[in-house]
């Protein structure tokens, strides 16, 4: 049976899919890259997190503001923190298996830490201490039990400046404004990637990981009919 060419799409805006993406990455890794490839692996990725972690918020906020909570749009900006530092790190995830189970490790919080303290400069300076803070007190509160934790508040911060997080004895964190740091920082990074010869290796290092997985998805679905 001759084997099937299964299309996945990456991106719609620019559109590739798995299909016509695999060459531009299979030149990069290879180190054959095109005048252009960069730039279209930058465009590919900055399209690929925006229309699925960003885009859908900005559409609720215009046609049905009422029901966007902060809590739905904190979670989605720690979702496209860790993609977003797993292709600047060029791993295929942050979880790995044990007995058969997925389970999170270390590197999960390291590379959540790592942006916050290292990478990011949007949100202003934060401490290791802080990360580690917001990592289990913001991201692992809202994904497991969908709410923040220790005197953290999901509060507008009136300071006309446009400030995400307010440190203190209780924290405030701004969603709307966390979501524009975050915007800002997709920006800054897909800029710096076709400049930045180790970054766009790992990006497409990471490319190459979801373009294999569309292909073992499509296979097993195959195999299940």
Partial sequence: ??????????CRGPHYTNLTLLPIVKR?????????????????????????????????????????????????MCLLIETLQAFREGVKSFYRQKEGKIIESKDGKDAFINFLTKYQTSLGEVTAEQAEDFYYNIRCALLHQGEVANKWLLKHIEDGKGTAIEWGETKKLDAPHFMEKMKTELEKYTQELPKNQELLMKAAEKLNHIIKNCTISFKLKIKSK
């Fill in 28 to 76: 990069i890794t290879d180190g054959k890259a095109e005048p252009d490839d960069a730039n279209t692996i930058a465009e590919v990725i900055k399209g690929r997190l925006t229309e699925r972690y960003i885009t859908p918020l900005l559409y609720l906020q215009n046609e049905q503001e009422s029901i966007v909570s902060g809590f739905i749009i904190m979670t989605n």
């Fill in 1 to 10: 049976m001759e084997e099937q060419e299964f299309q996945c799409e990456l």
